[in-house]
C-alpha cells in the first residue's frame, strides 16, 4: 500500500462483497474496528468468520438497518453493487441505498466517505484518452444513476471528505472473466478486439480506498485504472499464449443482447488515472493485466 498514513480506527463497509471482503481483511489485520452491511446472510457469515465486529444483513435503501448499527464509525466506504433487477436495480441498489446511507451519516462523527463509482459513466470513443472532467451526460440511464448517487455525495454538506472512486474493469483472486472467456473459447471469441480493455486488480481498488481514508487529498472525483489499457486482442491473445492454447479468433457478428442495445461494440477509450496518482500518493502494484494475471495464472 502506497500511503502510510494513520487508519481511522473505526470502518463501516456497506455492500461487503468482492471488493468490500479484500478491504475489511486488510483492515481487520492492523486492528481498525470494522462493521459491515450485507443483503446476503451466507455472505455475513463469512464476515463474522473473518472475525469483523459488527455484520448487519438488510437492504441498504431500507431505513431499519439505521437503529441495527450498534457502533460509531469514522470512515464509510459504500462499494455496493446492483444486485440484480435492470435499471429499478440501479436504483434500489445505488440510489436509494446512498441516500439511506448519508441519512444514517448524520447521526455518525464521519472523517471521510468512499463510494466506489465506475467507468462506464463515460461515453468517450475513437481511442482518446478519458479523464474525471471529461463530459458524462449521455451516459447510459444505468450511468445516469451511478452519477446522480455521486451526485448525492458530493451534495452532502457535512461531509468535507468524500471520494468517489470510478473503478475501471475489476478483477482479481476469483475474478478473472477474460481467463474463462480463453479457456472455453475453442478457438472464437464472440464480439470485437478492437477496443480497449480499461482494468483494475482488486488488490489496487483496496490499496485506493486505503489511501483516501488515511490522506488529505481534495474530496472529489477519481478515475481508478492501471497504467496501461491494452486492446482487447492483445490481452487475450497473451493470456491463450500464457495458457498453451490457440490464440483466439474474434467473430463481430456473435455479439450478446446486451451489447447490441448498445451499439455492438464496446467503446474504444483509454482511461486516466493521472489525477488519483498525483493527489491520492497512490500506484498500481499491477501496472498492467500482464503483472495482474501473472498471479492467476
Given at each position: ?79 455496493v453493487s446492483s ?155 497473451y493470456l491463450a ?54 498471479e492467476l495464472l
Amino acid at each position: 500500500m502506497a500511503n502510510s498514513h494513520k487508519l481511522p480506527d473505526s470502518v463501516i463497509i456497506f455492500g461487503c462483497g468482492y471488493v468490500g471482503t479484500a478491504l475489511a481483511r486488510y483492515l481487520r489485520a492492523r486492528g481498525v474496528r470494522v462493521g459491515a452491511l450485507t443483503r446476503n446472510p451466507e455472505q455475513a457469515a463469512a464476515l463474522r468468520e473473518l472475525g469483523l465486529d459488527e455484520v448487519v444483513v438488510a437492504e441498504l435503501d431500507a431505513h431499519e438497518w439505521h437503529t441495527r448499527v450498534v457502533g460509531r464509525y469514522q470512515a464509510v466506504v459504500n462499494c455496493v453493487s446492483s444486485g440484480g433487477g435492470g435499471l429499478a436495480g440501479y436504483r434500489k441498489s445505488y440510489l436509494a441505498g446512498q441516500q439511506s446511507i448519508l441519512d444514517w451519516a448524520r447521526s455518525q462523527s464521519i472523517d471521510s466517505y468512499v463510494y466506489t463509482s465506475s467507468t462506464s459513466v463515460y461515453t468517450q470513443d475513437g481511442g482518446v484518452t478519458v479523464d474525471e472532467a471529461v463530459d458524462t451526460s449521455g451516459a447510459p440511464a444505468t450511468g445516469q444513476v451511478l452519477l446522480e448517487s455521486e451526485a448525492l455525495l458530493a451534495a452532502a454538506a457535512d461531509l468535507p471528505n468524500w471520494y468517489v472512486l470510478r473503478l475501471a474493469g475489476i478483477y482479481g483472486p476469483g475474478r478473472h472473466y477474460l481467463l474463462d472467456q480463453v479457456r472455453t473459447a475453442r478457438g472464437e471469441i464472440p464480439g470485437r478486439g478492437d477496443y480497449a480493455l480499461n482494468m483494475i486488480h482488486r488488490e489496487d481498488i483496496v490499496a485506493a480506498i486505503v489511501a483516501v481514508i488515511t490522506g488529505s487529498a481534495p474530496a472529489g472525483i477519481y478515475n481508478i485504472a492501471d497504467d496501461t489499457p491494452t486492446l482487447k486482442a492483445e490481452v487475450l491473445h497473451y493470456l491463450a499464449e500464457q495458457l498453451g492454447l490457440p490464440a483466439p479468433v474474434f467473430n463481430p457478428e456473435n455479439v450478446s443482447e446486451r451489447l447490441r442495445r448498445r451499439g455492438g461494440r464496446m467503446p474504444h477509450r483509454f482511461i486516466s488515472n493521472k489525477k488519483a496518482r498525483k493527489a491520492l500518493d497512490w500506484c498500481p502494484k499491477f501496472p498492467s493485466f500482464r503483472e495482474g494475471y501473472a498471479e492467476l495464472l
